[in-house]
Structure formats: structure tokens, C-alpha cells
């Protein structure tokens, strides 16, 4: 069975810095586009990020670019998001998921990791 | 960006009923449209892709349909299981966005 275990999350101060890791296993992660999707506390689904499988198509939601990088390691089956000049909105569960194959959608999920922004 | 509005934003049903969620979006997406159910304290679980086809694994009492600005998910039997929170996806365009979500809680 697919797996993605994210980790990297924490308390840290408006202003600061993040870097999320998700580790892929048990399929073959350099075919696959690979996303990051949040959820605020108590709201609803907020995609963030993706990356093509040879990592050099990316896309962000407007309100990440600039502050936000997406890569990824294929030779270490893992996904990364280098989060810096960290806001309170940005506080929240992020999940790494895994497109279908066939198309884009999202079959595999990580269990997420929690961001809280806060002085 | 592309809107994508549910309908209802909660809904209150029994076991064994049968329920309608829509879900509008704010111009043509095709047939670009994923639904997923949510569990508290869970990652989202893929249910329909491609606005009518049911992922592997998922329960027959679950169908999807619709194409272009207005689909539905349909629970035709609900079970215990079923009470969660449900999200449509469009795929479309970036960004990728979601609706706003259905919350189903037992009546």
C-alpha cells in the first residue's frame, strides 16, 4: 500500500520559517506529480502547491508564491515545501497527496503535519 | 479562480436515506470535478474523479454526475460510515480549488 508520511511541522513565529519533508514509499515517486494541500483549523481544504515528476513544473496558490517552494528529491522518494516569511494564515494541518496516475486527482494522502504561525 | 459553491452547507439525515450533494462551479470545468469525504481528525478520501467515476474500492451507494458548471454526488443508502464531511475539487485551472464543503450529521 502507497505511503506518504509527512513531517517538518511546528510553532514557530510570524516572520519565520518551515520546511515541510513527505516520504514516499511503496510506488515509484519520479512518475507521479506530487501536491500539498492545507486545512486551516476547523475549515475546509486549501490546495497549496504542485510539481511535476521531474520537479520543473511547479504551481502555488497566489497567496504562497514568492514565500513558498516546492521541490523534490526523486533519487530520495521525497516531496519538500520550504515555507519562509510565515503568516497566521498560514497556521494548519498540511498534507502531501499523490495524483491518480490516469489523471489529477488526489488517491493518496499523508496523515498531515500540523503548522501553527504564533508569536 | 475558478468558484466552486456546495449545496447544502450541512445536511441532517437519517440512516438508510438518501442524499443530494451539489456542487456548482463558477464557469465550464468539464468533466474536471473530484469528490472526497472527510473524516474529523483524517486526510481526505478520493470518492469520484472525473465527475462520474467511482474510485476503487469506494461503495456502489456512492455516484457521481454532471459536467460543465453543476454536479452532484449522491449517497443512495446512507450508512454510519457515511457521516462526514464532503468536498468537490475542480482540476481544471489552476489554481486547484475546492468548494467549501458539505457537513453530513445523523438526523
Known amino acids: 500500500e502507497v505511503q506518504l508520511v509527512e513531517s517538518g511541522g511546528g510553532l514557530v513565529q510570524p516572520g519565520g520559517s518551515l520546511r515541510l519533508s513527505c516520504e514516499a514509499s511503496r510506488f515509484t515517486f519520479s512518475r507521479y506529480w506530487m501536491n500539498w494541500v492545507r486545512q486551516a483549523p476547523g475549515k475546509g481544504l486549501e490546495w497549496v502547491a504542485n510539481?511535476?515528476?521531474?520537479?520543473?513544473?511547479?504551481y502555488y496558490i497566489d497567496s504562497v508564491r514568492g514565500r513558498f517552494t516546492i521541490s523534490r528529491d526523486n533519487a530520495k522518494n521525497s516531496l519538500y515545501l520550504q515555507m519562509n516569511n510565515l503568516r497566521a494564515e498560514d497556521t494548519g494541518v498540511y498534507y502531501c497527496?499523490?495524483?491518480?496516475?490516469?489523471?489529477?486527482?488526489?488517491?493518496?494522502w499523508g496523515q498531515g503535519t500540523l503548522v501553527t504561525v504564533s508569536s | 479562480d475558478i468558484q466552486l459553491t456546495q449545496s447544502p452547507s450541512f445536511v441532517s439525515a437519517s440512516v438508510g436515506d438518501r442524499v443530494t450533494i451539489t456542487c456548482r462551479a463558477g464557469q465550464d470545468i468539464s468533466d474536471y470535478l473530484a469528490w472526497y469525504q472527510q473524516k474529523p481528525g483524517k486526510a481526505p478520501k478520493l470518492l469520484i474523479y472525473a465527475a462520474s467515476t467511482l474510485q476503487s474500492g469506494v461503495p456502489s451507494r456512492f455516484s457521481g454526475s454532471g459536467s460543465g458548471t453543476e454536479f452532484t454526488l449522491t449517497v443512495s443508502s446512507l450508512q454510519p460510515e457515511d457521516f462526514a464531511t464532503y468536498y468537490c475539487q475542480q482540476l481544471h485551472s489552476y489554481p486547484i480549488t475546492f468548494g467549501q464543503g458539505t457537513r453530513l450529521e445523523i438526523k
Open positions: 510539481i511535476k515528476h521531474d520537479g520543473i513544473e511547479k
Open positions: 497527496a499523490r495524483d491518480i496516475g490516469s489523471g489529477w486527482e488526489f488517491n493518496y
